[in-house]
DNA sequence: GTTGTGACGGGTC
DNA sequence: CGACCCGCCACAA
């Protein structure tokens, strides 16, 4: 639980135009476990407070959103991401341009 | 306490 | 490149 609570807590700090990733997050959560963290941003308490729609998996592509991998959601999600300024091209994000490490 | 599962990641083939 | 396999961590049954 409380290692949830440092995941929502660093990706409430993921800057607006940019997005992060799964290890980012992790690692910055300071438990390392990209699995763990999708689990925890897959039920998120925290719907509007927690901005889990700027967090991608390494290889830039979304991952998932609202808990599924596949569906409007994701069409949701790519939307709020590129309202911010986000590139998302074929469900992709340009990891090196919008990519960040959060801490 | 053991087993299974998942919005993942990295390394091999 | 794309497909495959193994490893990682936290949680629920």
Redesign the pocket.
Request: proline share 0%; aromatic share 10%.
């Given at each position: 639980?409380a290692?949830?609570m440092a995941v929502y807590e660093v990706v409430r700090l993921i800057p607006r135009g940019k997005v992060s990733?799964?290890?980012a997050v992790a690692r910055c959560a300071g438990?390392?476990?990209?699995?763990?963290?999708?689990?925890a941003?897959?039920r998120?308490p925290f719907a509007p407070e927690v901005p889990?729609?700027r967090?991608v998996?390494?290889?830039g592509a979304l991952?998932?959103?609202?808990?599924q991998?596949e569906g409007p959601e994701m069409d949701r999600k790519t939307r709020m991401l590129r309202a911010e300024g986000v590139e998302v091209v074929k469900g992709v994000v340009d990891m090196d341009r919008f990519g960040v490490e959060p801490g």
């Open positions: 639980m290692f949830e990733t799964y290890g438990k390392g476990g990209a699995r763990a963290v999708g689990s941003l897959a998120n889990c729609h967090v998996r390494s290889n991952g998932g959103f609202s808990g991998t």
